[in-house]
């Protein structure tokens, strides 16, 4: 039987569950226990796929192919452990699984309600994630306590927990403790009220996890636990850390939230080693040496729309002991501030949401050929690459690059993983060390065509990785630059801090010769 722990938070959103969750999710398979992870969401669009990364942040995919949340990334950098279609929930999915079911008669002309159908629902879908394979799962809540759309989620992990039994679940809850700069005071009634929502309808945290911009003091510990009923010591302090967000497991197994939370599941603690973690922080720390990547997208200055780019940099950075700086430069705003990419040693295009800004995007591209500066194209970002070299290179018009270089998927373009052979002796089959064919995950609707490969190659390009058929052209670079690659899938989704994604650690090791 799974164990599980339910988190929820309070206050203001964003907060950091995601990255809480993520970090606790870490410390426990750092002691040896299989976790899960996985996240409601309590918005009603089914799908995370529709809405707008400008305003929700990046859509991660899975390699089962479903089009979820950013925070599925956060688990599985920190974790290595892939999530899945029962790691993420929304409240439309929910709710139109049980619309659907009444449709078909599933309810015997019942009549269907929030409780106890809806929240059913909701704990039929963390079962779905629980299993003989997962000692521990941990289920995120999105929004906050008070939010209307979340009660049906609340009233669920409420009987969830009751019906599970003393020693197999319970409640975290992350909430913030602001420090009032005029006053020099930190302030505890926030939290207060927060948890007091969440006893109105039943659940008494069993961890307080404090968000802190300053160190909290006894006093406010002391006040916490009486006014929110929750033992002493189980009021964990979440300081802001310095350097990156890959500190935060560090800073929670300081105050041994893995410890006590392995208590309170009745579970043996088993021996932590953490040596490994700590050398990642060290590398960020203490980087040897430094480079500037130039990011050109759709508003990338919107970092949680790129979220998985800047992180697998990051992880290249890593990889290399090196700090990697990155400058993010609108599409449409390349002509005016080209000066500013003459400086960066290298560049990369993301996938992008439509074709706004493809223009600068191409002029970006043409300067990193010309220069010969390392160059790394995702999705919409090879297809400009490969615009580009038809229309300066090959001299063909702008009609004809688009007409004759991408085509258009049928309705079952693919979403998820898919394997890609690669060429012998390419620069991405040394970028793999040699591997002969690899998986990546895919969310596009067009590809490049792959008949017009002599054209290809009069541009002096090559396609050095496609699908094992040779039917569509997943890879493609040229062979004459250091490193200049374009791709069809997305390799910022299997990147990790501990394991580079090999794309991102190539780029960055020829930006920094």
């Known amino acids: 039987m799974s164990k599980h722990i339910f988190i929820t938070g309070g206050v203001v959103s964003s907060l950091g569950k995601g990255i809480t969750s993520a970090s606790l999710a870490m410390l426990l398979k750092n002691r040896g226990y299989r976790v899960a992870i996985q996240k409601f969401d309590p918005y009603l669009n089914v799908n995370p796929g529709s809405m707008s990364p400008f305003q929700h942040g990046e859509v991660y995919v899975t390699d089962d192919g479903v089009e979820t949340d950013l925070d599925l990334g956060h688990y599985e950098r920190f974790t290595g452990v892939p999530c899945n279609r029962t790691s993420s929930y929304t409240t439309g999915r929910i709710y139109k699984s049980v619309i659907d079911r009444d449709a078909a008669g599933g309810y015997n002309g019942k009549t269907v309600q929030i409780i106890p159908h809806i929240t059913d629902e909701i ?9 003989p394979e997962v000692d521990i799962l941990i289920t995120e809540i999105g929004g906050t306590a008070g939010d209307i759309e979340s009660h049906p989620y609340l009233e669920a992990i409420r009987q969830f927990k009751h019906e599970a039994g003393a020693g197999n679940a319970m409640f975290i809850h992350l909430t913030l403790v602001p420090y009032i700069k005029a006053a020099g005071e930190l302030k505890t009634k926030p939290s207060q009220q927060s948890v007091a ?17 300053v160190p909290m003091e006894q006093e406010h510990r002391d006040k916490l636990a009486l006014f929110c009923n929750v033992a ?6 979440e300081l802001d850390v310095s350097h990156t967000i890959y500190e935060v497991p560090l800073e929670l197994a ?18 932590p080693d953490l040596t490994g973690w700590e050398e990642i922080i060290h590398r960020v720390v203490h980087p040897d040496r430094t480079c500037l990547v130039a990011i050109v997208g759709q508003s990338p200055a919107t970092r949680d729309a790129y979220k998985s780019v ?15 700086r ?11 501030r080209m000066a500013e990419l003459e400086t960066a040693d ?4 993301p996938d992008g949401y439509g074709v706004r800004g493809a223009a600068g995007q191409i002029a970006a591209i043409k300067f990193a050929r010309e220069r010969d500066i390392p160059f790394l194209g995702i999705g919409f970002g090879m297809h400009c690459m490969v615009i580009e070299a038809a229309r300066n290179i090959l001299g063909r018009s702008a009609e004809e690059a688009n007409s004759l270089i991408v085509k258009t998927l049928p309705a079952h373009s693919r979403l998820g993983a898919y394997p890609c052979a690669l060429a012998p002796g390419s620069a991405a089959a040394k970028a793999y060390d040699d ?42 670079e040229m062979p004459a630059k250091r490193f200049f690659i374009g791709c069809q899938f997305h390799p910022e989704f299997k990147s990790r801090p501990d394991l580079a994604h090999p794309l991102f650690r190539a780029l960055v090791s020829a930006a920094l010769r």
């Open 346 to 349: 290298a560049l990369v295009i």
């Open 197 to 213: 929502i969440l006893r109105n309808i039943g659940i008494v945290p069993d961890v307080l996890v404090c968000r802190a911009e």
């Open 326 to 336: 990155t400058l993010a430069i609108d599409a449409d705003e390349v002509a005016a």
């Open 310 to 324: 800047y992180e697998a940099l990051a992880h290249a950075g890593i990889a290399a002991r090196a700090k990697v």
């Open 254 to 271: 300081r105050h041994q939230l893995d410890t006590k939370v392995l208590q309170m599941l009745q579970l043996p603690a088993g021996r």
């Open 232 to 237: 002493k010591d189980m009021v964990i302090e």
């Open 123 to 131: 704990k039929a879908a963390i079962r779905s994630a629980a299993g």
């Open 435 to 476: 591997a002969p064919r690899v998986s990546e995950r895919h969310r596009r609707h067009d590809e490049i065509d792959a008949s017009f490969a002599a054209d290809y190659e009069r541009a002096g390009l090559r396609v050095s990785g496609a699908s094992p058929d040779g039917s569509l052209v997943e890879m493609m």
